[in-house]
T-cell receptor, first 115, second 113 residues
Framework: DTGVSQNPRHKITKRGQNVTFRCDPI?????LYWYRQTLGQGPEFLTY????????KSRLLSDRFSAERPKGSFSTLEIQRTEQGDSAMYLC?????????????FGDGTRLSIL | AQSVTQPDIHITVSEGASLELRCNYS??????LFWYVQSPGQGLQLLLK??????LVQGIKGFEAEFKRSQSSFNLRKPSVHWSDAAEYFC???????????FGTGTRLTIIP
């Protein structure tokens, strides 16, 4: 069990640029979640996958955001035409569903700073 | 919609003293409840969880929490804090099937010698 891995840890970019983050979940976990955390707040749900299917998206996920999990393993979160308000910590979590209730395990996050 | 309230933004405790962090939730059915801890610049680590059964839940690092349905509360306790417990603590409620978590705004814990 190597834990949830997120890359990069930090990303600094200019407003208007596109960015992509990657999340590698715990290998046997079939669910993968994305959350966003702004300074002084708790994480907020963005979206989640079961295997490769994206099952729910929050209203927070504007059209500029897209997430994929093409093979049911790693996931990417892309933000197009970044804005100042996108500055946040983006957290990924995974869990195994189907054999009883299991909690979500979080990665260390990707901190995005928009200049 | 489900929600979580952590009324204490910041708590300062002396090392060796007892600790209680408050959490109140709003959820239409039997909730799944969690406490996570976050150190600066890090992700969230699960301290403990409540799904059903015994309302007093034991977690890692000597933490425990008690689910009180009548008060819609899930307070976190530790009998004697250590300097390494200084961090941000988040209470969360999980949707049925643990599909998504709704977090409180967190309580920052400072430990003084």
């Amino acid at each position: 069990d190597t834990g949830v891995s997120q890359n990069p840890r930090h990303k600094i970019t200019k407003r208007g640029q596109n960015v992509t983050f990657r999340c590698d979940p715990i290998s046997e976990h079939n669910r993968l979640y994305w959350y966003r955390q702004t300074l002084g707040q708790g994480p907020e749900f963005l979206t989640y996958f079961q295997n490769e299917a994206q099952l729910e998206k929050s209203r927070l996920l504007s059209d500029r955001f897209s997430a994929e999990r093409p093979k049911g393993s790693f996931s990417t979160l892309e933000i197009q035409r970044t804005e100042q308000g996108d500055s946040a910590m983006y957290l990924c979590a995974s869990s195994q569903v189907g054999t009883g209730n299991q909690p979500q395990h979080f990665g260390d996050g990707t901190r995005l700073s928009i200049l | 919609a489900q929600s979580v309230t952590q009324p204490d933004i910041h708590i300062t405790v002396s090392e060796g003293a007892s600790l209680e962090l408050r959490c109140n939730y709003s959820y239409g059915a039997t909730p799944y409840l969690f406490w996570y801890v976050q150190s600066p610049g890090q992700g969230l680590q699960l301290l403990l969880k409540y799904f059903s059964g015994d309302t007093l839940v034991q977690g890692i690092k000597g933490f425990e929490a008690e689910f009180k349905r009548s008060q819609s509360s899930f307070n976190l306790r530790k009998p004697s804090v250590h300097w390494s417990d200084a961090a941000e603590y988040f209470c969360a409620v999980g949707d049925f099937g643990n599909e998504k978590l709704t977090f409180g705004t967190g309580t920052r814990l400072t430990i003084i010698p």
